[in-house]
């Protein structure tokens, strides 16, 4: 029901219907589009090297004579299946660890408190780039993985800042004082309420890993040639960035689009359930 009636109300927000709006063509481009484009890693005609946007290639082919619109919509594909995995595995931990934390409080709570503070201290882009210097070719799924693992950390702090509102609920008391299990107060009560604020930073993590893992392939650490990845894509760019930036700009923009369109719906998410923020 929060759900439902917070996505009407983004709808009817200028910012968050373009944001759908914008993130369901994407969706549905990086779904539908490599059934029409031709095979990314192609090259018909490698002598020819790098050819303007035009007709046969509306964004051009790059140096190795690869379609850049057919690379650029398989690269959606690959970015953000990575960001919407590696946020779902980091929301799940995250309110796990919370919604313990916050439920059981006394030891249980500043232990596990104690440990995200700890592991907050260490940056975790140096920790990614520790982790992928050392490790020659990751496989994708090896990337969402470690993406998911060092992104909780903030998220069990708001589910547990928000469950340790919730707990001093006068229903939440009634439920305990009537003899309510555990298992029934936490996943009937707590989790529910607590889908809001975690919705919201959810959706606003998928725009911080969209970035973070284009770093990371810009890097040469994140996806590995010959997958294409808008990071990757760029930073194949590099040494014809002045006779052919558009096989640099085209997944540069669509980065930012990307994102842009992801904090838009994000803002409109979290102003729909807390309006207080608006």
């Known amino acids: 029901m929060i759900a439902a009636a917070g996505l009407r109300e983004v709808w009817s927000n200028p910012r968050g219907r373009f944001g759908a709006i914008v993130l369901a063509l994407l969706a549905l481009a990086a779904a539908l589009g490599p059934m029409f484009l031709p095979d990314p890693a192609a090259q018909p005609d490698i002598l020819a090297g790098s050819l303007p946007p035009g007709l046969g290639h509306p ?9 850049v619109l057919a690379r650029v919509v398989t690269g959606a594909r690959i970015s953000l299946s990575v960001a919407v995995l590696a946020v779902a595995l980091s929301a799940t931990v995250g309110a796990a660890v919370g919604l313990i934390a916050g439920y059981w409080g006394g030891a249980v709570d500043a232990i596990l408190m104690r440990f995200v503070d700890g592991a907050l201290a260490i940056p975790r882009l140096f920790l990614l780039l520790l982790i992928l210097a050392v490790w020659e070719h990751i496989p994708v ?43 029934q107060i936490i996943f009937r009560h707590l989790l529910p309420n607590s889908l809001g604020p975690l919705l919201v930073a959810s959706t606003l993590g998928i725009g911080d890993v969209i970035l973070l ?51 838009l719906f994000g803002d409109a998410l979290r102003d729909a359930l807390d309006p207080r923020s608006a």
């Open 59 to 67: 964004f051009g082919t790059d140096q190795l004579n690869r379609d």
């Open 141 to 183: 799924i090896a990337l969402i993985l470690l993406i998911g693992a060092t992104g909780w950390l903030g998220t069990s702090r708001l589910v547990r800042a928000e469950v340790l509102r919730l707990r001093e609920e006068a229903y939440i008391k009634a439920a305990e004082a009537l003899g309510a299990r555990r298992r």
């Open 213 to 263: 893992e284009a770093g990371l392939s810009f890097l040469g650490l994140g996806i590995q040639p010959p997958t294409p990845s808008w990071g990757g894509m760029i930073l194949d760019s590099k040494e014809v960035l002045v006779s052919a930036p558009w096989a640099g700009l085209f997944p540069g923009l669509a980065i930012l689009i990307t994102v842009l369109s992801v904090n």
